[in-house]
């Protein structure tokens, strides 16, 4: 059995990879869930939803997320309220664009939430649906919110930085509102504990991995077991494939590069995998306290993604 | 200033002949929201938004509700997860279909009211949204849910008998859970009590006007004010012209026929407006104390529409 920390575009890019290196039923990925919105009073799970439009071959291969083929119906006909939404309201909101199929899973989920059942519960549903073979799990039911303060402005929600600012803006700090209270979902720290590998996917460090590690449980789990917790560095040459994790790193007082991510993860993991560009600083990841290996990591396709799968886990095999 | 007492359909065509007869900024419509619906987190409110879409000349011709020219991709999408949905659970339910430019609206409510705005406030702004220039009020913003006895399984939900079963199910009775304890929308009381007039449409007598007679305060406005107070038939010749309201009317004990209504407004209105088919229970209708008015009261088009409006005007103005 594998278990996957996972967060959106870049672990579900992994993950296609690990399903065709060892069967979909034997791996669990927990999914950061602290940035999550709720609009238009429907929870929606951008990284829950990213993996599993993913794994189903669903996704808009051009974005990473969403659906490929995707119709904009309803964000067309919401912005007839712009208008008339007094100053603050989210309720006219279309620059976090729900496209008309993916709404289906928001409602879909609103529904269940609605009627008492649990994130965990819906999610497995939801994956079920869609044919999904890996387990998914939230890595909490609870309420945890990504707080993001930006230079200037003070403190905004993650979907606020990331989608409507596009991450263009300075960062000054992240927090994880809620994460002290939150109790892992059901199968969470089993799935950590039990596993014969637990893989860190090359997702964002401080927000897409920080909030699972701030889970009450988590971290001591892996901990516990950290020679068989392998990592994935997302940042390459000193940069992010994808995303804000390299200038969020610098802003954050970290050193936006491999060494950086090992001195982040050197408590939790025991190995991680850096890209041959970065075969040059192995030594460093090591004076971190973390064994290296040099593998290409960046994901064009499926082939690639599996490939990284396949030496993920002969890292730790070893 | 004119104030009508709304269900959905039969309202909403009567208010499309109203406007063109006076002007619409003196026209108050207090809605029925007992046949509401909660569904995926959002609250879908049928009258309101029929009412809407009608003066907003935006419904769709053939039903009477829903939006014109409508697409259904959500709902389709939606389909997929039935086969995952628990037994009992509505997360997944098709069966009251909101069409993609509709579920806008329902987004739109939804965030506005997880913000605190109260219902009559969204309605105002949806209706400016809309273009529509009569004034739309809730009869509340608190919940109140019609429940229908239906023979043989006990009560189920509105929404369930009117669509789910197209109300083709035999009604052993009907009742308005929270009504007792609702408050009137702001402006409802005053709207009444200061109308120069007051139209009860040609809507369901039962289901759509009873709930609005039923909120506190309501029945003993127009009580008050009884002689200008005129109510449109809504059986012709002992039938419905759309929906259940002559076999409800016959099921829970009265006579499906104008002298039937008139005995159920006979407190509340002090003229019932019948069509001409029915001018020879003229008699009856005034023994039940109530002066009667032959007009014709169907209405095919906004032009029998509007002369539908005048004679119910002129009927009081007498």
């Not at 928001?106 to 073979?133: F, M, N, P, Q, S």
């Not at 707080?147 to 700090?173: I, K, L, M, S």
């Amino acid at each position: 059995m594998i278990t996957v920390l996972a967060g959106g575009v870049g672990a579900a890019r992994y993950l296609t990879g690990l399903v065709r290196v060892v069967p979909p039923g034997e791996v669990t990925a927990i999914v950061n869930t602290a940035d999550d919105v709720t609009l238009h009073g429907l929870r929606v799970c951008p990284d829950l939803d990213t993996v599993a439009y993913t794994l189903a071959g669903l996704v808009n291969p051009e974005a990473g997320w969403g659906l490929a083929g995707e119709s904009w119906t309803v964000m067309g006909a919401l912005e007839r309220f712009a208008g008339v939404a007094p100053p603050g309201s989210q309720a006219a909101t279309t620059w976090f664009r729900l496209g008309d199929r993916d709404l289906a899973t928001h409602l879909y989920r609103a529904g269940r939430l609605a009627e008492g059942a649990d994130l965990a519960t819906v999610t497995a549903e939801i994956a079920r649906a869609l044919g999904v073979g890996v387990r998914l799990l939230p890595m909490t039911g609870d309420p945890v919110e990504t707080r993001v303060g930006v230079a200037g402005e003070g403190e905004v929600g993650f979907q606020d930085y990331f989608v409507r600012r596009r991450h263009a803006v300075p960062v000054t700090g992240v927090r994880f509102a809620g994460v002290e209270s939150a109790r892992p979902a059901a199968g969470v720290l089993e799935a950590v504990a039990g596993a014969g590998v637990v893989v860190i996917a090359p997702s964002n460090p401080i927000v897409s991995i920080g909030p699972i590690l701030g889970v009450p449980g988590v971290r001591d789990a892996l901990r516990a077991r950290r020679r068989s917790v392998v990592a994935v560095s997302p940042i390459v040459a000193g940069a992010a494939l994808k995303g804000p994790a390299d200038r969020m790193l610098a802003e954050l007082g970290h050193e936006p590069s491999v060494v950086g991510v090992a001195r982040l993860y050197a408590e939790v993991a025991g190995t991680l995998v850096v890209d041959t560009a970065d075969a040059g600083r192995a030594g460093e990841v090591e004076a971190a306290g973390v064994a290296c290996v040099v593998a290409p990591t960046v994901m064009h396709g499926p082939d690639e993604a599996a490939a990284l799968a396949r030496a993920t886990l002969a890292a730790v095999r070893r």
